[in-house]
């Protein structure tokens, strides 16, 4: 599929992964043709948020584990057994199943994101919308797919996932915009979208920025939001790196 990509997230969004994935969660063969893998088409990509030449390839970089994973050790099959706890009822993804290649780097992250995720006192919503913009500045789609779904089912409305997907950095300039401007979103989802996306994009937060979301959630709840920013950074510098899901140098959509 070629640009340009557009919501609404319809109905079908909301699974929670889409049926593309499921050649790669069943693979079983660990070999992948190295001039297959290699075949690699270079184009350039524009949108308000960032340009820059994306590199497309036909598979994932590395094959993918088999699934059920093959462990050599008790240590090392108790960390799958902890990963697939973690994913149930779903199967293991395409992204445990690269993590896998390492189970002690798969194990770290397994602990972090189910943290970040499941035990923190962010709201659903707020959470959602701060993942798929990191989603978007970084065109990680596989992370957008997932997650934006998500945002939808929390209660951000589609046309403010619109907004999140499309909204140039300068539209996010004041954390303080009335709300005319900010795209539908209200005082709270505005300051996370204004946190995520300057977290992203300058690593930098400004002051204001820090303040307004530091009123709106207290102590405990700037520290988790930016934990969550941060963590989503890592999980999508990690998937467009790899290639995982194949999904660079396509779009939100051809993510569903």
């Not at 108790?78 to 798969?106: F, G, K, M, N, Y």
Request: glycine share 4%; proline share 8%; aromatic share 6%.
């Amino acid at each position: 599929m070629t640009p340009p990509y557009r919501l609404p997230i319809r109905l079908s969004h909301l699974r929670l992964f889409s049926t593309s994935y499921l050649p790669t969660l069943t693979q079983t063969s660990t070999s992948t043709s190295t001039s297959t893998i290699l075949k690699q088409q270079t184009t350039p990509f524009t949108n308000p948020i960032r340009t820059y030449h994306h590199t497309t390839t036909l598979k994932m970089r590395l094959p993918y584990v088999p699934n059920p994973p093959p462990t050599s050790t008790p240590e090392d099959q108790a960390i799958v057994d902890r990963i697939t706890e973690r994913r149930a009822p779903r199967p293991l993804q395409p992204l445990d199943l690269t993590l896998l290649h390492s189970p002690p780097v798969a194990d770290g992250w397994n602990a972090f994101l189910g943290a970040v995720r499941t035990r923190t006192l962010v709201p659903a919503d707020a959470r959602e919308l701060a993942i798929s913009r990191v989603a978007v500045v970084n065109k990680a789609w596989y992370e957008w797919a997932h997650h934006a779904p998500l945002a939808v089912a929390a209660g951000v409305s589609e046309a403010a996932m619109e907004f999140v997907r499309t909204a140039a950095a300068a539209a996010l300039s004041d954390v303080r915009a009335a709300g005319a401007d900010r795209g539908g979103l209200d005082e709270r989802l505005w300051a996370v979208l204004c946190l995520a996306d300057e977290m992203t994009r300058n690593v930098e937060v400004r002051e204001e920025t820090f303040a307004v979301v530091r009123g709106l959630f207290g102590e405990r709840g700037v520290v988790e939001l930016v934990a969550t920013v941060a963590c989503y950074n890592c999980v999508s510098r990690f998937l467009v790196a790899m290639d995982v899901g194949e999904k660079n140098g396509t779009g939100p959509d051809a993510a569903h």
